[in-house]
């Protein structure tokens, strides 16, 4: 079963960190584009990074640029998202895609083949 698993969300106080995970089964993240998104009620979802372990490349959101980091773990077929510096506009629901091919820079427009749950992050002020 193909499946991504996100975990490490949280309540945190602005300026602290989480770090999101984003785990594969059924499908290994070798030739994907693995992009984290975020929404909150009532705004359209917003591409936060993408990771291609094919190449290397990474992508990042102006809003989060320097703060946030896209990483994996090979061995666990696993992304992670380590947020630090957190501010009250980060929360919303983080969602973890997967799309065939690598990332470019309209990884947010992309039509991803399989999609995670979400996983709450909530900054306090």
């Known amino acids: 079963e193909v499946q991504l698993v996100e975990s490490g969300g949280g309540l945190v106080q602005a300026g602290g960190s989480l770090r999101l995970s984003c785990s594969a089964s059924?499908?290994?993240?070798?030739?994907?584009?693995i992009a984290w998104f975020r929404q909150v009620p009532g705004k359209e979802r917003e591409g936060v990074s993408c990771?291609?372990?094919?190449?290397?490349?990474?992508y990042y959101a102006d809003s989060v640029k320097g703060r946030f980091t896209i990483s994996s773990d090979n061995a666990k077929n696993t992304v992670y998202l380590q947020m630090n510096s957190l501010k009250p506009e980060d929360t919303a629901v983080y969602s973890c895609?997967?799309?065939?091919?690598?990332?470019?820079?309209?990884?947010?427009?992309?039509?991803?083949?399989?999609w995670g749950q979400g996983t709450q992050v909530t900054v306090s002020s």
């Open positions: 895609a997967a799309d065939y091919g690598p990332c470019d820079s309209d990884y947010e427009r992309l039509e991803y083949d399989y």
């Open positions: 990771f291609s372990r094919s190449d290397g490349s990474t």
């Open positions: 059924g499908f290994t993240f070798d030739d994907y584009a």
